[in-house]
């Protein structure tokens, strides 16, 4: 069964480095998503990827962020310079359609710890 | 605005025993609905889903959840736990036209044998 990746399981990094989180969403689907989960918290939403341009992103999605899909297998989430709250879980997504009556599929997440 | 909650943080039952898995929603128009179970170092899998129909939607593992409008809800059932299906679930809206899932902040399900 076709299965989203993301690398690495878990990164660390000093506050204010940049990180680049990756994914590599199910081959044939079309539409790409990061979501973050702090500590305790809920899952949120951070932006939506279809077509090499961003359909969709939250407030959480500032300018320290950013997503590219350099190939035709990985999708990228990168954090300019990292803050402590930062720290979190960042599940990739991906789905073969984009509308609300399809399921995303899930990546088992990259831990981001900023010291 | 969206937003789900799941008054629960923890549920614990008996291996046998039917669980539930409480989760209320707040969507404008209509709600698509999502169960999503993550084991652990495991993503969130996919579990069922209410788009439109039969309130009772039966998904993966046996797991099925009831959709009541009128309450806001969408509670996660299960007949006969089984040790197995001890795990972190989620319940997830997604607004019509919507791009994104909403989620709640999940219940872990803990079943003892």
């Known amino acids: 069964e076709p299965e989203v990746t993301q690398t690495p399981s878990h990164q660390v990094t000093q506050m204010g480095q940049e990180v680049i989180l990756r994914c590599v969403p199910i081959s044939n689907h079309l539409y790409f998503y990061w979501y973050r989960q702090i500590l305790g918290q809920k899952v949120e939403f951070l932006v939506s990827f279809y077509n090499n341009e961003i359909s969709e992103k939250s407030e959480i999605f500032d300018d320290q962020f950013s997503v590219e899909r350099p190939d035709g297998s990985n999708f990228t989430l990168k954090i300019r310079s990292t803050k402590l709250e930062d720290s979190a879980m960042y599940f990739c997504?991906?789905?073969?359609?984009?509308?609300?009556?399809?399921?995303?599929?899930f990546g088992p997440g990259t831990r981001l710890t900023v010291l | 605005a969206q937003s789900v909650a799941q008054p629960e943080d923890q549920v614990k039952v008996a291996e046998g025993n039917p669980l539930t898995v409480k989760c209320t929603y707040s969507?404008?128009?209509?709600?698509?609905l999502f169960w999503y179970v993550q084991y652990p170092n495991r993503g969130l899998q996919f579990l069922l889903k209410y788009i439109t129909g039969d309130n009772l939607v039966k998904g993966s593992y046996g797991f099925e959840a009831e959709f009541n409008k009128s309450q806001t809800s969408f509670h996660l059932k299960k007949p006969s736990a089984l040790v197995s299906d001890s795990a972190l679930y989620f319940c997830?809206?997604?607004?019509?036209?919507?791009?994104?899932?909403?989620f709640g902040t999940g219940t872990r399900l803990t079943v003892i044998p």
């Open positions: 997830a809206v997604r607004g019509a036209g919507a791009n994104n899932l909403f």
């Open positions: 997504a991906s789905g073969a359609r984009d509308n609300a009556y399809n399921e995303q599929f």
């Open positions: 969507v404008s128009g209509n709600p698509y």
